[in-house]
């Protein structure tokens, strides 16, 4: 698109790229005329102000001259100094060569002309200036002179060889040209189209280049911008109007040939900005922009019909182009395109221009104005280049993706020739850190929470804590997964039992006795034998039976009087003998006598216990009542409630020593938020701490936040780190998992989660995000992480089936049907860190037998020497909501529900629901006989989660492998009971349990019809039937007599049961096994190779028809167990593991042929006795599945 305009016939220039702003110089062109026929000469600088909107460009500078210009150039030689712009050198058309000074013209100085030089015995038509070295100026004029000059001296040019070199027979020089890459290579070129290339260290031409056709009337010529050895020449001979690429490597022939014009060529011009953009005009009245490489005309300009004679990329703006016309136009021309509003000049504004509009004729009148009707000018919308330039194409940019990646590509600059292939470009992807810190925290949390290793994770928290406050929350974190839990949070609030006994000891003065106790053992077992000696030494042969020996101190009482006078003393012997207990205590009370009354309530009842404790309390004043009428009565909301402060210490013991499982949390949440008015630092974390013991993560997330920012990174990590530790150990104490509601906790993880993305740790941050969240933010967030790691977004929410909403109880989850397998990718078969769980649900209440020892209302006190309550949490005491921890954050894959202690029996009296069996109560079995706990008590075992409504008989679907249960079935919780010692552990039970075996049968094939597998199967195996598989089988296994009676109702926790029944349990007892078995888990980083050979035995099962193929892949999907092991073991090398990770990405790449190359490789290079459990079964199940093609 032209975008400006100078009336002028002239030989152009512009300004170097250095300078600012962009000059055009014009010199009046030799051998042309315009229409007034002026024959005087001058040199003009006109400047580009694209702040103007008109086609004029304006004058900046002008000088007459005496010659005209065949040849015009703007060197940069001496810019810069003195505020110099360079020089200005013309080629006349005497063979004068003058150089001139633009700031000077600029200026209207007198000292225009530098230095001036006649040598040229013609016109001076070629000129350029030498990249590398500005000083030096090559010209080319008539019989084949080229002269290069010195600038800093023109009295003395150098010659490049002899003109008999040059050409024969001589003839004008039309163009010569530096080369852009060697600074001592110059090229010249005449009409006859033949180029000469000299070596100025030599003086001598190096190399001539002509064209067979002898056609060739050159008419330009240019160096290649970047190829040293690659130049064009453009012929002007209307017979061959082309444009040869020329390589001298290959000089025998032309390079490339450029054809589109229709005559002669009369100008070229190579931008230097890009060397894909090749400009020529010829006498067909077009201006083509060519790329040289390609050989395509990529851009035509608009342009009237008069041939150019000359076109000129402007240095400054690579976008702009100059082009002289012989009409008298220099003309200024994008290449980008733009929006053209047509200017048209009418002949008649031409005319009235020419005369004078007051009065032309000389008649004294002026003219009318000129009714013409003007058309209207429509824009003209003019595109830009096909391809975008070098100059606007990033030579490097950089980009920030989700995932804390940085995407980043460069453009190297080719020195290639153009025919060589272009090496590819590369884009690079590099994940930022910005918080390494709180990555590596972050990754330590996730190991710790993988492997169960919270002890020494606390340990370690404890060691690096920053202050005393941090160290102790993470010491009553620690306690929470330690054995006696009870003692040691006591210990922790200053109160250590054996120092107790120590100050009391010394406050009665009685010395304390290695085994803890003011009493000499010693000393009262010689007593007894003194005793026992004098007893045999009074006996005789008649002496009475040792039955008779407490009738006999009776008989040796002396006779006593019962008083039945009008004063107190017989007045209370008067109530006594006729059972007036209630009146014998008041007057027990009126007079004084406090223990009298305590004793006679006692066998007054329970009533009048509590009413004689409630009198005696309330008339003592002394600093203990208080706390002595609560441990009386078991009220400790009155010492929560109202006691000071900073006896916070006191009574959060008293609850650890008292408080029932079921108030406990509670009475802790109470204290709790009474230190958390205070406001203070201190205050919050000493409610901390009450929240920790009480298991409120909603309460110690809210406490934790009110007084530090959560939103920095670190902070962040501090809060996350405990909130999880305290999550984890409820869950072991529960045997359960954890669900809250905390709008604040969400919004903590959900900013946490986002930080993990941001530092690449997209897994970690998917399992933090919060499943039960419809926040568009959750969603988007959670779709994009899915994405990132290649996976889509699965729902979290799953459906009950239609048939069973109606008959199932409003607070009964029913178990998903199980949907079909897809043939790509079963979504049962979990990726690596995030394992695929069925829901396990909350323990609800159990009735429990009391606990002797324990105080309660509605019985009899008692006072036991040391109490057997252990505080805690209560079973039915929900953490919160429906906030949902993502399984995958915590554990590895899930063990099978069978594996659980209390597995349900198949089969069931018709008409009768079965009951859930209770495991047995801490401490009524040996360790060694216990049964494996659920996998959410192990360490790093799996918690999943699910939001649903909590019930007793709320059923979880039963994993995969297993048959499920009859209809009606439902699955016990996973604990009812807690460890015996932590908080809220509740005592032991005094009933007998009832602790079914795990089914014996042998386990239904995962691909059964749904119709065989719904019923319940009842099959005998051997006795010496070990589990094929450690996934799906049973951890422990018992004799097929030990199994329950299939048509025995199981009986409920705490109800009378038969003594046959007790029998044949406590039977079934003694014979568990007397060893734990406990499976390890499979690193997370090979989770990949279980999940992907897994899916291949499920995709081979699908497809198989054949009955021998079955039978092959029912051993495989056995054998490969091996292979699991070994991972669970770290036992196998790292070559072998590479290797199993390659064969992995090929299976699930559906790339067989190469997995079984590697599978060879892997065999020819390992120890066989290492992989010979599983290689065969691998290269079976491959082979198999390429033939199946699934």
């Not at 058309?93 to 015995?121: C, M, R």
């Not at 035509?300 to 690579?318: H, I």
């Not at 999550?727 to 669900?739: D, G």
Request: net charge negative.
């Amino acid at each position: 698109m032209r975008v400006k305009e100078i009336l002028r016939t002239a030989t152009q220039a512009w300004s170097p790229a250095a300078h600012h702003p962009a000059y055009l110089a014009l010199g009046t062109s030799a051998q042309q005329l315009d229409a007034s026929f002026n024959t005087t000469a001058a040199l003009e600088i006109f400047e580009m102000d694209f702040a103007d909107t008109s086609m004029d460009m304006k004058l900046r500078g002008s000088l007459s001259t005496t010659n005209r210009f065949h040849s015009l150039i703007w060197v940069t030689f001496g810019m810069g100094v003195d505020g110099s712009s360079g020089r200005l050198i013309g080629g006349g058309e005497n063979g004068t060569l003058t150089v001139y000074s633009p700031e000077a013209i600029l200026s209207s100085a007198d000292d225009a002309v530098i230095g001036q030089s006649s040598k040229h015995t013609g016109p001076v038509r070629a000129l350029d200036y030498n990249p590398f070295q500005s000083n030096l100026l090559a010209s080319g004029a008539n019989d084949s002179e080229i002269y290069i000059w010195d600038l800093n001296n023109l009295s003395n040019p150098m010659t490049p060889g002899t003109k008999s070199q040059l050409s024969e027979p001589v003839e004008d020089v039309c163009v010569v040209a530096w080369n852009k890459q060697v600074q001592h290579i110059l090229a010249s070129a005449g009409p006859s189209g033949r180029a000469v290339v000299w070596d100025l260290r030599k003086n001598e031409p190096i190399i001539k280049i002509s064209d067979h056709s002898n056609r060739m009337h050159c008419s330009g010529m240019l160096w290649h911008p970047e190829v040293a050895t690659q130049m064009i020449l453009a012929s002007e001979d209307d017979r061959l109007p082309v444009i040869q690429m020329w390589d001298l490597r290959f000089a025998t022939s032309p390079l490339k040939v450029l054809e589109n014009h229709t005559r002669g060529i009369l100008s070229v011009s190579w931008s230097q900005a890009d060397p894909e953009l090749l400009l020529s005009s010829a006498k067909d009245n077009r201006i083509l922009c060519w790329n040289p490489n390609t050989g395509e005309v990529i851009y035509e300009l608009p342009t009237v019909n008069q041939w150019c004679f000359d076109v000129q990329w402007c240095p400054r703006n690579p976008a702009l182009l100059s082009a002289a016309s012989f009409d008298g136009h220099i003309s200024v021309y994008t290449v980008m395109g733009g929006c053209l509003e047509a200017q048209q000049y009418s002949s008649v504004d031409k005319i009235s221009a020419a005369f004078d509009p007051s009065d032309p004729f000389g008649t004294g009148q002026a003219l009318p104005p000129l009714q013409v009707p003007q058309p209207t000018a429509a824009p003209t919308i003019i595109p830009p280049l096909r391809t975008p330039p070098k100059w606007e194409r990033r030579p490097i940019g950089a980009s920030f993706t989700f995932g804390g990646k940085l995407v980043t590509f460069d453009n190297p600059r080719s020195v290639q020739p153009a025919p060589s292939p272009q090496p590819p470009r590369q884009v690079y992807v590099s994940q930022v850190i910005t918080e390494a810190e709180f990555l590596q925290r972050s990754r330590e949390l996730q190991a710790t929470l993988q492997s169960g290793s919270f002890i020494s994770y606390c340990h370690n928290k404890i060691s690096s804590a920053p202050s005393e406050a941090e160290q102790d929350i993470w010491r009553f974190l620690l306690v929470n997964f330690e054995d006696e839990a009870r003692v040691k949070f006591l210990r922790l609030l200053g109160f250590s039992k054996d120092e107790l006994e120590k100050k009391i000891s010394s406050c009665l003065g009685k010395k304390l006795q290695p085994n803890g106790h003011a009493l000499d053992v010693n000393d009262l077992a010689e007593k007894m034998q003194t005793l026992s000696a004098q007893r045999s030494d009074d006996g005789s042969e008649s002496a009475a039976p040792p039955t008779d020996f407490f009738s006999q101190i009776q008989k040796e009482k002396t006779p006593f009087h019962i008083p039945v006078s009008a004063d107190t003393d017989g007045l209370i012997s008067q109530a006594l003998l006729v059972g007036n207990f209630e009146g014998a205590v008041d007057l027990c009370l009126s007079d004084g006598r406090y223990a009298e009354a305590i004793l006679l309530s006692i066998s007054g009842g329970e009533e009048l216990l509590k009413k004689t404790q409630q009198r005696y309390l309330n008339k003592q004043t002394n600093r203990v009542s208080m706390l002595i009428l609560s441990v009386v009565t078991q009220n400790w909301k009155d010492i929560v409630q109202d006691c000071e402060l900073d006896n916070w210490k006191e009574a959060l013991a008293a609850l650890l020593t008292y408080a029932n499982p079921e108030e406990f949390a509670p009475l802790c949440d109470t204290l709790g938020s009474r230190l958390e008015v205070g406001g203070t630092e201190k205050r919050c974390l000493q409610a901390c701490l009450c929240y920790i013991c009480s298991g409120n993560i909603h309460k110690l997330v809210e406490c934790w936040s009110s007084q530090r920012d959560c939103n920095a990174p670190l902070s962040l990590e501090d809060l996350v780190e405990k909130v999880m530790v305290l999550r984890k150990s409820i869950e072991r104490l529960r045997n359960s998992e954890v669900t809250v509601q905390s709008s604040v906790l969400e919004e903590k993880l959900i900013h946490y989660a986002n930080i993990l993305a941001n530092q690449g740790s997209l897994e970690t941050a998917l399992s933090y995000l919060p499943h039960t969240s419809q926040q568009a933010e959750v969603q988007m967030l959670r779709e994009r992480l899915s994405h990132a790691q290649g996976a889509a977004a699965q729902p979290h929410h799953p459906k009950a089936p239609a048939g069973d909403a109606t008959s199932a109880p409003a607070n009964t989850h029913t178990a998903a049907p199980q949907e079909p397998f897809p043939p790509a990718m079963p979504p049962q078969m979990p990726r690596a860190g995030q394992p695929a769980m069925p829901p396990v649900f909350t323990p609800q209440a159990q009735p429990t037998a009391h606990t002797p020892g324990v105080p309660r209302p509605a019985s009899r006190h008692s006072y036991p020497q040391y109490p057997a309550a252990a505080p805690g949490f209560s079973p039915s005491q929900p953490v919160g909501g429906p906030l949902v921890f993502p399984p995958s954050s915590l554990s590895g894959p899930v063990p099978p529900l069978s594996s659980a202690p209390g597995g349900m029996v198949p089969g069931s009296v018709p008409g009768s629901v079965p009951m859930m069996p209770t495991p047995p109560a801490p401490g009524f079995l040996p360790a060694a006989s216990l049964p494996p706990l659920p996998p959410s008590s192990l360490p790093g075992g799996p918690v999943p989660m699910y939001s649903g409504p909590l019930g007793p008989q709320a059923a979880a679907p039963p994993p995969l492998g297993t048959a499920p249960p009859p209809t009606g079935t439902v699955y016990p919780p996973p604990g009812v009971g807690y460890p015996q010692g932590g908080p809220g552990a509740p005592g032991a039970k005094t009933y007998s349990p009832s602790v079914p075996p795990p089914p014996t049968g042998a386990h239904d094939g995962w691909n059964d019809p749904p119709a065989v597998r719904g019923g319940p199967r009842s099959k005998k195996i051997a006795g010496e039937y070990t589990p094929p598989a450690p996934i799906t089988a049973p951890v422990m296994s018992l004799p097929a007599e030990g199994a329950v009676p299939q048509d025995r109702v199981q009986v409920p926790p705490g109800a009378p049961q038969e003594p046959s029944l007790q029998v044949r349990e406590t039977q079934v007892l003694q014979q568990l096994p007397a060893e734990r078995v406990e499976q390890k888990e499979i690193p997370a980083e090979h989770m990949i190779l279980k999940s992907t050979f897994d899916s291949l035995v499920q995709r081979c099962q699908l497809a198989a028809t054949d009955p021998q193929t079955k039978r092959k892949l029912d051993d495989a999907s056995k054998r490969i167990g091996s292979l699991y092991d070994k991972l669970r073991d770290q036992s196998l090398s790292p070559s072998i593991l590479s290797g199993l990770h390659e064969i992995s990405r090929c299976v699930s790449a559906r790339n067989y042929q190469r997995a079984l190359e590697l599978h060879t490789q892997v065999v020819s290079s390992s120890n066989f006795s290492e992989i010979s459990a599983f290689m065969p079964v691998l290269k079976v199940l491959m082979t198999i599945g390429n033939k199946l093609g699934v």
